[in-house]
């Protein structure tokens, strides 16, 4: 089974920050890796597939890239409503396992 | 887009339980779906997959035997039957649909989530 590895596991920027979420996969993936958004108590959201296609109705500070088995979701300007925790996830084999998740709070 | 999901309870260990996700405003018997899984307080798990036509099927190691996905297309329904149910199976169960076209892929709809408590 493909692994994903998510860092840091936790992250406190303030409004305005440019932050970034890094995922790495175990093996190869070319770009079949998805970002969602959770918050507390909630669905997740997609914000991302294809590495690097946003989703529609996402907003484009959220950005992703990478390909093979690094990858990053950046938000360029962080604001209050993007508390909550992300998760990337590998589609390229089954099991579509996610990362272990990061946890995103504001200062 | 809709997925309602019903269902979930609280069971005892070895017990069994059978969810549903009832599907509409788009073409179910087209679209590949999935279930998910949240424990209390943890990340997302993938639990099983199924086609759109049901040829197909992938279960997570750790329900590999115990639980069985499928689906009536004309009903709209996708289903989890999970048999010899143990505390670890406690969790939020989600069900995803997967982009028309592909049966592995990310999930663009999820359910509203399934509360699943195994505990005597």
């Given at each position: 089974d493909i692994q994903m590895t998510q860092s840091p596991s936790s992250l406190s920027a303030s409004v305005g920050d440019r932050v970034t979420f890094t995922c790495r996969a175990?093996?190869?993936?070319?770009?079949?890796l998805a970002w969602y958004q959770q918050k507390s108590g909630k669905v997740p959201k997609l914000l991302?597939?294809?590495?690097?296609t946003l989703q529609s109705g996402?907003?484009?500070r959220f950005t992703g890239s990478g390909s093979g088995t690094d990858f990053t979701l950046t938000i360029t300007s962080l604001q209050p409503e993007d508390v909550g925790t992300y998760y990337c996830q590998n589609?390229?084999?089954?099991?579509q396992t996610f990362g272990q998740g990061t946890r995103l709070e504001i200062k | 887009v809709q997925l309602v999901q019903s269902g979930g309870g609280v069971v005892q260990p070895g017990r069994s339980l059978r969810l549903s996700c009832a599907a509409s405003g788009?073409?179910?018997?087209?679209y590949a779906m999935h279930w998910v899984r949240q424990a209390p307080g943890k990340g997302l798990e993938w639990v099983a997959l199924m086609s759109y036509d049901g040829s197909s099927k992938a279960y997570a190691d750790s329900v590999k035997g115990r639980f069985t996905i499928s689906r009536d297309n004309s009903e709209k329904t996708l289903y989890l039957q999970m048999n010899?149910?143990?505390?670890?199976?406690t969790a939020v169960y989600f069900c995803a649909r997967v982009p028309?076209?592909?049966?592995?892929g990310w999930h663009d709809y999820w359910g509203q989530g399934s509360q699943v408590t195994v505990s005597s």
């Open positions: 175990s093996q190869g993936i070319t770009t079949h991302i597939y294809g590495a690097s996402v907003p484009s589609y390229h084999s089954a099991p | 788009f073409n179910f018997y087209t010899s149910l143990r505390a670890e199976d028309v076209g592909f049966t592995s």
